[in-house]
């Protein structure tokens, strides 16, 4: 909307619609204005999403501004507790739960309705009526220059002044723009506290009341000349678009950190799956160890047999040379002439006994590389044995989660039980009261047919039952039953009726 549109009075007209059924009727502090003025503050600080709602930081803000107005101290630690318990329930309070808030006096103990009021009225007229600054000045006047007393009104474009301060006799306005510019003036014509504002095509000559408002009311138009050459909205707008943009990056930031939590739970997940890959590895690789194991048993039992042999076989070619030794030795004298044989059968041994030395040196290595293949084995079972106790540990949870989900599997059974014993009374309950109905429906039935029997009866015997008139003056006409209190035209009614009942039942 854009000219002279005047929103406190659509503001009153939407209130007049909505106020009524939903403005609370608990005592409180506040009159229907004071309610008003609250309602158009909570629409200017509440977030743009319906259903509307103020935020704890607004109320907060709120709330400081008011208890300011009122010249008492703000209970940060009481709202701080108030805030904390707003929070557990949900994100803010409608309007009419702020009015209650504000009505209950719960963060203006000791403070009358008066003062509520005023301090209500003073925030209303700051952040609705963008009202920077008001109160009593004289001014000069431009034709007569004599000094009247009037109330001004500081605006973020315009400083208004009228006779008082209803505003109902408006005198005048001081147009301000960015090249407007105030400074104080020294006393003369017996007027103290004198300032002077200039703008394009006049200037204004005002006297405050003491030296304190005078330097207040500068400040306050130089403030808000800055912030008409700045291009800036007032103050309390710029302050609420600031508290809100916090919010949005407050807002964002948990958005992000939420967007994050999800990440670490999808790799969390991914890192699940990797483990369970990792499972099923080392259970491939257990039981590739287990058959690795089975051969090498295998193979040593092959190394064990066959060593055997070859121990047998030494044996007996050791008995053999032990033999022969023997008989050469008996043959010794016998066969002097043998000598160089016997010393080359020595030689013989010799080499044997070498190969004897050899073999052993062999066995030993083969021994040396049995244990170490022990060793191997050992570190490889220790290894399984770490993968196995891994292994159960996995196990262990999964059969923990079996059981959880054992458990809620039987109480869901257990509730479908109770579920399907409710459906079968309520199925008996509908029969019986289905019997019920067939009962009243066959009472029914024999009501309407004893009604229209008794109908059909009284409507046979219609013409015995007649109320006694006055007769006309005509001569009355004689029946079989006697006078007849009824004339000419009503007997024809009903010899009509009763020949029109013969032919129907014939």
């Known amino acids: 909307v854009q000219g002279n549109f005047d929103k406190v009075e659509f503001n009153r007209m939407c209130w007049t619609l909505c106020a009524k059924k939903n403005l609370s009727k608990s005592p409180s502090l506040l009159s229907d204005e004071d309610a008003f003025k609250v309602w158009v503050i909570f629409n200017f600080l509440s977030e743009d999403k319906y259903p509307l709602i103020i935020v704890p930081e607004e109320i907060e803000y709120l709330l400081k501004k008011l208890t300011e107005a009122m010249g008492a101290g703000w209970q940060q630690e009481q709202f701080d507790h108030y805030k904390i318990a707003l929070n557990t329930s949900r994100e803010g309070l409608s309007a009419w739960e702020l009015i209650d808030l504000v009505g209950s006096g719960q963060f203006s103990k000791g403070m009358d309705q008066q003062t509520v009021s005023m301090a209500i009225n003073e925030v209303f007229n700051e952040l609705i009526l963008d009202v920077l600054k008001q109160g009593y000045m004289l001014k000069k006047g431009h034709k007569r220059k004599n000094w009247t007393e009037r109330w001004f009104v500081l605006k973020p474009n315009i400083i208004s002044y009228y006779v008082s301060e209803d505003l109902k006799d408006k005198k005048g306005d001081i147009i301000l723009d960015g090249n407007c510019c105030v400074e104080a003036l ?41 912030l008409l050459r700045a291009g800036s909205p007032p103050p309390h707008k710029e302050a609420r678009q600031k508290r809100k943009e916090l919010r949005q990056k407050l807002l964002a930031e948990q958005e992000e950190l939420e967007r994050q939590m999800k990440e670490l739970q999808a790799a969390n997940e991914n890192k699940q799956k990797e483990l369970e890959t990792v499972r099923k590895q080392l259970e491939a690789a257990a039981a590739r160890a287990a058959e690795e194991e089975k051969k090498r048993l ?19 070619v050791r008995q053999k040379m032990e033999e022969q030794v023997a008989q050469k030795s008996s043959e ?29 040196q062999d066995e030993e290595t083969v021994r040396k590389l049995q244990a170490r293949l022990l060793e191997e084995e050992s570190a490889k079972r220790a290894e399984l044995e770490k993968w196995h106790l891994e292994q159960q540990q996995t196990i262990q949870m999964t059969e923990a989660e079996k059981q959880e989900l054992e458990n809620q599997r039987m109480i869901k059974e257990q509730a479908l039980q109770v579920a399907m014993q409710q459906l079968e009374q309520l199925e008996l309950e509908r029969k019986e009261a289905l019997e019920q109905y067939e009962e009243v429906k066959k009472k029914l039935e024999m009501a309407a047919n004893n009604t229209k029997s008794w109908k059909d009866k009284v409507a046979h015997h219609e013409g015995l039952i007649r109320l006694i008139e006055p007769g006309s003056k005509n001569p009355h006409l004689i029946t079989n039953w006697g006078p007849a209190a009824f004339t000419e035209a009503e007997l024809e009614e009903r010899q009509k009726s009763w020949k029109g009942k013969k032919t129907a039942s014939e």
């Open 298 to 316: 295998q193979t040593q039992v092959e190394l064990q047999d066959r060593f055997s042999l070859e121990l047998e076989r030494e044996k007996m």
């Open 186 to 226: 020294p006393d003369k014509d017996g007027k103290k506290c004198l300032f002077l504002i200039k703008c394009l095509d006049k200037s204004f000559e005002i006297s405050a009341s003491d030296k304190k408002k005078k330097q207040e009311w500068i400040q306050a138009i130089q403030t808000t000349v800055s």
């Open 332 to 360: 010794l004298e016998q066969y002097l002439q043998r000598v160089r044989e016997l010393e080359e059968m020595y030689k013989q041994l010799q080499e044997a006994l070498e190969d004897e030395k050899q073999a052993r």
